[in-house]
């Protein structure tokens, strides 16, 4: 059964910066795609970025530019380093799996994160 475990959300000013991370078990990097989304209240969960096991990543246009996604496979995490963070960027942040290649559909993903919050103050 794969787990994802989201660390790294916090309270950070306007224009600063966090890293997420999402510890990975149970899933094999091989032919699946990770991916961050995030969800404010009242809003669908929506993609931030994707990466496949053959390395495509794929931006949000919202966070094309400030946000990375990466992986790193001795530890089995997902990293998301956020720059240049604005207000609209709060929301729960998600980790999410998928066996396939990339998609920004949330119904495409199987495997899901608890969330962490990230809160950018003005």
């Known amino acids: 059964q794969a787990q994802l475990v989201e660390s790294g959300g916090g309270l950070v000013q306007a224009g600063g910066s966090l890293q997420l991370s999402c510890a990975v078990s149970?899933?094999?990097?091989?032919?699946?795609?990770m991916g961050w989304f995030r969800q404010t209240p009242g809003k669908e969960r929506e993609f931030v970025a994707t990466i496949t096991w053959s390395g495509e990543i794929v931006y949000n246009y919202s966070v094309q530019g400030r946000f990375t996604i990466s992986t790193d496979n001795a530890k089995k995490t997902v990293n998301l380093q956020m720059n240049s963070l604005k207000p609209e960027d709060t929301a729960i942040y998600y980790c999410a799996g998928r066996n396939g290649g990339h998609s920004g559909l949330r119904r495409d993903y199987n495997y899901w994160g608890q969330g962490t919050q990230v809160t950018v103050s003005t």
């Open positions: 149970g899933l094999g990097f091989s032919w699946a795609t």
